[in-house]
């Protein structure tokens, strides 16, 4: 009986590990680009090589689902990292008013939960979100 309960166990572990596990954070291929040493957002790599995932301004709505926590603070970006490793840049010199005010809103630490966040932001601000899209050639 013992090693008939053991085996059971054994199982219900296999099943929850697989049936529980996290998938990646599935980011559209084309917003992956590799920061080389020396670039500002390479300081989330050690100041090494690595891949993140550059989210244009327009489409900070269409950040698939995830938790995501604020690693890295610039004057006009923030770098995140998902709780599946995956790493997320929003902004950049060019940022519209809406996204920078966004940006200036998450705090270095903090977890988000995306897309809803911006979707909150929007809220707050009085703005649908599809009006955060007017003039970007949609």
Not at 52 to 64: A, K, L, R, S, T
């Amino acid at each position: 009986m013992k090693q008939v309960l053991l085996n059971a166990f054994r199982a219900t572990a296999i099943l929850c590990l697989i049936g529980c596990s996290t998938p990646s954070t599935s980011f559209p291929p084309k917003w992956k680009v590799t920061v080389e040493k020396g670039d500002v957002l390479a300081k989330v790599f050690g100041n090494e090589r690595g891949d993140i995932f550059m989210v244009p301004h327009g489409q900070v709505d269409e950040i698939p689902p995830c938790r995501a926590s604020v690693v890295l603070e610039l004057p006009c970006a923030v770098v995140l990292r998902t709780t599946t490793g995956d790493l997320f840049n929003i902004g950049a010199p060019d940022v519209t008013a809406e996204v920078g005010a966004f940006i200036s809103s998450l705090r270095q630490g903090e977890t988000y939960t995306f897309p809803e966040a911006f979707a909150q932001f929007q809220k707050r601000k009085g703005q649908s979100p599809n009006e955060s899209r007017a003039g970007d050639g949609r």
